[in-house]
């Protein structure tokens, strides 16, 4: 950028996204900086100040846990630090955007007036190497992937070659992140998960369902029988697994003890009325006792234990069998 040039936000976003310009980023930062503040003329210094305490304050609320942020661009600071973790958290609040989502798709952007082209730094992005200024390599590019979406790539000489990356095939959408790694093996780490992913792992579950329907058998009470108790889950569950664990995975339902409590003839006891709709555990999604992925389990019809419906309790109900008993002997011999 040169001093005292006009540019649009767009492009100048293009610029920080495709390319990784850090003169971009400083632009802007200083900008929404002055903006915020209201402050046209704040000093660029205390507007890279402003923008830090922003980009924190927005890491707080993302809850980045292990991240903090110092400066627009991302060069080396000690105290500028982030993980895998608060990244991908980052990068699903990016792809929520989908404005700047759609930028972060783009191998080439071109500016509003026509004057520059922007190229991505993602390697994945380019089906021939001249598009990629920074390997001075002409011909078609090996690292050329057509299911890779997106999304950013990163580089210093502490933190190494980065790479943020998103795609897809099939009904299966993921985001790679590999960190402090080596061109080309930074795009050959990718790869491995890409292929580990869409060709050796398969969804387990529907997306779509929230009727894991499962069926109680309630304990009974002297001559009364028990009853049945529907629960449902309030949710949907997926999960990518192994295809080779596929066999391994089992479902469960986790109830709340003080409301139902389980019995050795393999029925359960209801040890509280429960309202329709009412919330008793979770539905659990499991891989060799490791939890998956869970839903909140709830009852579709209430249901009151069985002792607080008998009218007389259960001392009064064996005097009421017995006396109904002893009347119909005595109708008989009549």
């Known amino acids: 950028m040169i001093k005292n040039q006009e540019i649009s936000i767009k492009d100048a976003l293009a610029g920080l996204l495709l390319p990784s310009g850090n003169d971009a980023a400083m632009a802007l930062a200083v900008h929404t900086a002055r903006k915020v503040n209201n402050d046209p003329r704040l000093p660029v210094n205390e507007a890279l100040q402003v923008f830090g305490d922003l980009m924190n304050q927005k890491a707080e609320e993302l809850g980045m846990t292990s991240s903090h942020f110092i400066n627009p661009h991302g060069l080396h600071d000690p105290s500028h630090v982030t993980s895998a973790k608060d990244l991908l958290t980052l990068t699903k609040a990016i792809r929520s955007n989908d404005f700047v989502s759609s930028l972060l798709d783009m191998p080439l952007y071109e500016t509003e007036d026509g004057r520059y082209r922007f190229y991505s730094t993602n390697l994945y992005h380019h089906q021939k190497l001249d598009d990629v200024w920074f390997l001075y390599q002409k011909?078609?590019?090996?690292?050329?992937?057509?299911?890779?979406?997106?999304?950013?790539?990163g580089n210093t000489n502490e933190a190494g070659r980065c790479l943020i990356f998103s795609a897809e095939e099939g009904d299966t959408s993921i985001i790679g992140i590999v960190l402090h790694s080596d061109i080309p093996l930074v795009y050959e780490e990718g790869i491995a998960i890409m292929d580990g992913i869409f060709d050796g792992m398969e969804w387990v579950g529907d997306p779509a369902r929230e009727d894991w329907d499962h069926i109680l058998e309630l304990e009974g009470l002297l001559f009364f029988p028990?009853?049945?108790?529907?629960?449902?889950?309030?949710?949907?569950?997926s999960h990518l697994v192994q295809k080779d664990s596929l066999k391994d995975v089992s479902f469960r339902f986790v109830l709340?003890?003080?409301?139902?409590?389980p019995n050795e003839e393999g029925t359960h006891r209801l040890l509280k009325t429960l309202e329709d709709g009412e919330l008793v555990g979770n539905l659990e999604m499991v891989l060799e006792d490791r939890v998956l992925e869970n839903v909140p389990a709830a009852v579709v019809k209430g249901r009151a234990?069985?002792?607080d419906w008998l009218p007389l309790g259960a001392t009064g109900s064996v005097v009421l069998i017995l006396f109904l008993g002893i009347r119909k002997k005595m109708m008989v011999k009549k």
Do not use: C, F, H, I
Not at 139 to 153: F, I, L, M, S
Not at 226 to 237: A, F, N, R
Not at 256 to 261: H, I, P, R, S
């Open 226 to 237: 028990g009853e049945k108790l529907e629960l449902t889950s309030l949710g949907s569950m």
């Open 305 to 307: 234990p069985v002792e």
């Open 139 to 153: 011909g078609a590019n090996p690292q050329y992937r057509e299911e890779v979406t997106g999304v950013k790539t």
């Open 256 to 261: 709340e003890t003080d409301k139902l409590g």
